[in-house]
């Protein structure tokens, strides 16, 4: 039996094709059945978050509310991309002008240039500032946390500073 040079490529390849199929199939599933769910992400955050002495709580959105200094800031939750982190301080400066408008998109613009991690933006007349981040796996988060909240609170005063200048 003659066996040519392509028959054996084309054999070969078939074989590491079917072989890359069933890994990735055996991956896909593996994938769907860690995803956690929302509320398994909520307890993640809650159980870390009253762990460090705060009083967590999950809003009418589904997400992770708690305050700290004073203010009050949301952990975003969603079980679509689990390993997406967003912590969000909400409302921290109200545009009350156009003017003022200008004057905000200077400042945001600035601290979001000089600081790491932390977005400022406007959401209708008000200014938020987040920090997310891209985690390996969601409960990852714990030992980045601290540092993230530090990165979030210097978006804010870089913002503030501006703002007074």
Do not use: H
């Not at 199929?21 to 929302?38: F, H, R």
């Not at 509320?39 to 809003?59: F, H, I, M």
């Amino acid at each position: 039996m003659r066996v040519s040079m392509r028959n054996i490529v084309m054999g070969c390849m078939a074989v590491g094709f079917g072989m890359l199929l069933a890994a990735s199939d055996v991956t896909a599933q593996e994938a769907s059945i860690q995803t956690p769910s929302k509320a398994a992400l909520q307890r993640l955050y809650t159980n870390y978050l009253t762990e460090e002495g705060y009083k967590p709580e999950v809003d009418d959105d589904g997400d992770v509310r708690f305050k700290r200094e004073g203010r009050l800031y949301f952990i975003a939750v969603s079980d679509k991309d689990p390993e997406f982190f967003r912590v969000v301080l909400a409302n921290i400066w109200p545009i009350e002008s156009e003017k003022e408008r200008v004057q905000v998109l200077v400042a945001a613009d600035e601290s979001n240039a000089k600081s790491k991690v932390s977005k400022v933006f406007t959401v209708r007349d008000n200014v938020w500032v987040n920090i997310e981040l891209f985690l390996a796996r969601p409960e990852d988060f714990k030992g980045v946390f601290k540092r993230a909240m530090s990165a979030l609170d210097t978006g804010v005063e870089n913002f503030a500073k501006k703002m007074r200048e």
